[in-house]
């Protein structure tokens, strides 16, 4: 079948294409084609790329600006973007001229790619998530805008050293960003701090001032985000704080030289860096802060894009406007919203919240309580005093109103259900707040949403059962598939047609070929290519030897103790013993590769990483297990380390302990690009066995209501301990000398967590039922037919976990939004 290009208007051909890239490089970069550095073709390149991008970006806010659209302003403290280049091109369909131009130029476009630093606006899934869904937002045409912060350094960049994970700052616009623009003309102040005054107007009203103590300039930065097709171009709005003054003349004219800085610094410190360590006070009204500036700046723009069609009529606003709170980092935007209408803008208090409650909607990621954010009410009140004047007041209303006559005298109710909790410090339950002030309430996964209603929220879910719902969660095959995994796309492009990247469910057009030997192999030949390109990038990241011809088994994801990659290490531990003990052990060789950032703060998830880098070291260097065995851990995994792991993998770890993961999505990233999943029945994991068919995959472990059971049973873990030789042996090799010579015990925190310390997370409870499916993956592998088809059934059925799937559902059941298409 004919590949069909991406057309959109406008388009360039090779050979404008060239023209441009020199133009940008001698008028936009000042070099000349012989002394340009990569780094300024590559500045240059997105700058011909972007006069496209701009074209497309002017017409679409024209569009939505005469068509006076209803828009989705998705709220969110991260974005984890990676790189925008190749996405770019690929979602203007260019991709191809661009790398055509540059090579008669004399530049590789895989290289130049490289030199984009990835914009780590973000932790984990949670973050990627938001950035898909803006692809898919635009993709699918619906007017959106995405807010959120201008870290001035995202997630820090991790070395490794001595195996033991060290934090550096990152800085992915140090030499400027191509894809950024500065908008100085919509900048916005956001007032601090202060005092409420209650004044009389002379209507006799009585109203509320809140004096500022500070005022912060909010400096917006647009990302535009390129559609599919590369019709719609939305943006991406980050808001980067500067102080009003420059600094204090006064005080440096006095020969005060540092202190006159000292507010700059101040206001600056709000966008430095994403999630500051909020174990100090000081740390923690940071992040308040952080909070409340991006919501302030974004309402404040989205006030004022009303009030430019609207004026002071607000009986439209809610028509116009939906606005998405991703996980309750943004929930101060509801008591935001509320004083702008109340004390601004003078609507009566019924009137506004009615407003408030058809706008707001809320995405729950995790039933984890230290997710559910709550602040010191004390500390509260003195960022922002007035909002909680105004939180009390929901929250009288919504006592007396709803939670009294539904429970009527049930004083445990009540405190269960405020949004303040009571106690030696009292505290604001963003959690609660969110719930109360959104008319929708979703989960990331139907098991996840599920238990949102019944165990999270259930008296909330009593009160308003239409409010929970779910949207299970998707990624874009754009970024996760057709960038990242060239062949196996066009392999998808030859065989089912060059639309599957927009309807997804199209690869299932595969699945009659999935025995079909020719097929299989062209599968698998794809696959094998890219575990090669893998091997030399672990060579050239770690100086590890790792060979294609071992199962390449991956384990990529935040680090944490429910994402359970102690159990993976210590059932490598398991392996390697059970090969030390006989050479001749029967299993395929295999590589575990993981690639995990630990929170700063969290000892134990460092320790395991420690741990992981020790073993990997003992292991790699045996050669009493002749190769069969090898464990990579790849520094600094992010976005565009994940594009190169992900299309080489076999086997994808999906190891949580059943009830934890909300969702995940590198499940989705991972079956998709053919691989097998080795997971429990969690999150997604859970649809994406329905898809393609448990049979396909290595499921195992307790069940979200064995998990329950066994807990309320009580665990204990030390039973496991002594019932099970082979973890009693691998648990005490932590307190050896064996990994970390000349220095005992260096790995004892991780057996006494999963001990002494109670093993929260089962890792113990469903090792032997992991093991088992650890042997089934490698029977499964060494047939090699059943092995190409059930990663065929895998990849080609995972259609329903396109992100444009999700963002329909959000449009169709959340936002009531309907598509503007931009000539
Ligand atoms: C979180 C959840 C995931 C979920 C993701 C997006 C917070 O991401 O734990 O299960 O898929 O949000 O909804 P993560 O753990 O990957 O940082």
Redesign the pocket.
Known sequence: MAKKKVEQPGSLDKDQLKQNIIHHLRSTLGTSEEKASRQSWWKATCAAVNEQVYERLTQTQQTHLKQDTRAVHYLSAEFLMGRLTANNLHNLGLYETSGAALKELGIDIADLCEEEPDMALG????GR?AACFIDSLATLNLPAIGYGLHYEHGLFRQEIRDGRQIERPDSWREYGNPWEICRPESIQEIPLYGYVETVFGEDGKMKKVWHAGQKIKGVPWDIPVVGYEGKTVNILRLWESRASEFFDWDVFNAGGYIDSQAEKAQAETISKVLYPNDESEAGKILRLVQQYFFCACSLKDIMRRYKRAHGSDFSKFAEQIAIQLNDTHPTIAIPELMRILVDEEELDWDAAWAICYKVFSY?N??LLPE?LEKWALYLFERVLPRHLEIIYEINRRFLEDLVEPKWPGDDAVKAKLSIIEEGDVRKVRMGNLCVIGSHKVNG?AEIHSKLVKEDLFPEFAALWPEKMCNVT?GVTPRRWLLSCNPELAKLYTDTVGAEWPLKLDLMRGALKHADDAAFQKQFMDIKRANKEKLVKVIKAETGIDVSAEAIFDIQI??L?EY?RQQLNLIHIMALYRRLLANPDYDMHPRVFIFGSKAAPGYKLAKDIIYAINKVAERVNNDERIKGKLKVVFMPNYRVSLAEKLIPAADVSQQISTAGY?????GNMKLAMNGAITLGTLD??NIEIAEEAGAEYNAIFGLTVDEVKAVKAKGYNPWDYYYANPEIKAVLDWMDTDFFTPGRPGELSSIKRALLDGGDTYLALADFESYSEAQKKVDALYRDKQAWAKAVIVNSATMGKFNSDRSIQDYADYIWYLKPCSVA
């Open positions: 932790n984990g899934g949670l998530l995405t990621h995790t997710a990331v969660n994801k935040r944490h994402k993961e909300a969702s995940g999505t999150g997604a």
